[in-house]
């Protein structure tokens, strides 16, 4: 009589959808994702004055150690004792790379008016900065 | 009589075993390099900042963002405030605070393009009561 080997069935996990689901969750978060990437312009500000008014220096400059560029809340921008002016970003451009010609180490003071437009603040401090000026000082009136 | 020999086709298979290999690494990747936003909500979207062209990248690792809105709200962690008053000082509070956790804190402002510059300079006042000096304005690429 033949006697019959029985016959042992092997469990497996199916692995070749793995990839499938794999794939699946990378685009899940593929698509989910939203980089925000933080890119903008970046100043230190001055440490705040102290409470006792008799620690406090004043220091005058003159027009050769500091040029003033003032905004109106128009708009418009004065530099030095100059009239309000609308001017350009190329003709900012040429002011700043002359003042800077004048005197390399030179303080450019962004004085903006409190209506003034952030934006029109932004667009002086951009041009600074693409001029390698490393002394700017931002205030208002 | 020769011998015609039939020949041989060769299959070329790509192995894929690999692939979810693969396929697991990447998702890992963008598991491990994806940075939540911790804020709500974008207050002021990205088409209202101000445009620039010497911007450069901030780390996000050691930065807080303040939202200042076009009507001079301004929102830290998602909590409105304003600065209409010389003693509010809620944002010098919070950002002490912060400071205290992180030294090399860095503020990130979004703020509106049409806004007017005494909010912004308000906040900048309460930054340097708490003595936090390290700002940035965050702005749009402008192309060259």
């Known amino acids: 009589m033949k006697i019959g080997r029985k016959r042992k069935s092997k469990a497996e996990i199916p692995t070749a959808s793995m990839s499938d689901i794999a794939f699946l969750l990378i685009i899940f978060f593929m698509a989910t994702t939203k980089f925000d990437v933080k890119e903008g312009i970046r100043m230190v500000l001055p440490q705040a004055a102290p409470d006792d008014a008799q620690k406090t220096e004043t220091i005058t400059l003159t027009e050769k150690e500091m040029t003033r560029i003032q905004i109106t809340p128009t708009g418009l921008i004065a530099i030095n004792n100059d009239a309000p002016a609308d001017i350009d970003t190329r003709r900012l451009d040429a002011i700043i790379s002359q003042k800077l010609n004048e005197n390399g180490e030179m303080i450019f003071r962004v004085i903006t008016d409190r209506d003034a437009k952030y934006n029109d603040m932004i667009r002086v401090v951009d041009r600074l900065k ?7 000082s931002l205030s208002t009136n | 009589m020769a011998k015609i020999k039939k020949e041989r086709q060769n299959y070329t298979n790509i192995p894929t075993s690999s692939m979810s290999d693969i396929a ?34 901030i780390p996000r690792n050691h930065t807080t963002t303040i939202y200042v809105m076009r009507d001079e709200t301004i929102l830290i962690d998602d909590i409105p405030t304003r600065i209409d008053t010389e003693e509010d000082v809620f944002v010098s509070d919070t950002l002490i605070k912060k400071r205290n956790d992180d030294p090399d804190l860095v503020v990130c402002f979004r703020t509106h393009r049409e806004t ?22 965050e702005t749009q690429r402008r192309q060259q």
């Not at chain 2, 007017?116 to 940035?136: E, F, H, I, P």
């Open chain 2, 116 to 137: 007017k510059y005494g909010a912004m300079s308000d906040v900048m006042r309460q930054l340097q009561a708490a003595n936090t000096l390290l700002v940035a304005f």
């Open chain 1, 130 to 136: 693409a001029a390698n000026v490393e002394k700017i």
């Open chain 2, 24 to 57: 697991f690494l990447l998702l890992l990747f963008f598991m491990v390099s994806t940075v939540f936003v911790q804020e709500k909500q974008f207050w002021v979207e990205r088409e209202a900042w101000p445009l620039a062209e010497s911007i450069e990248r």
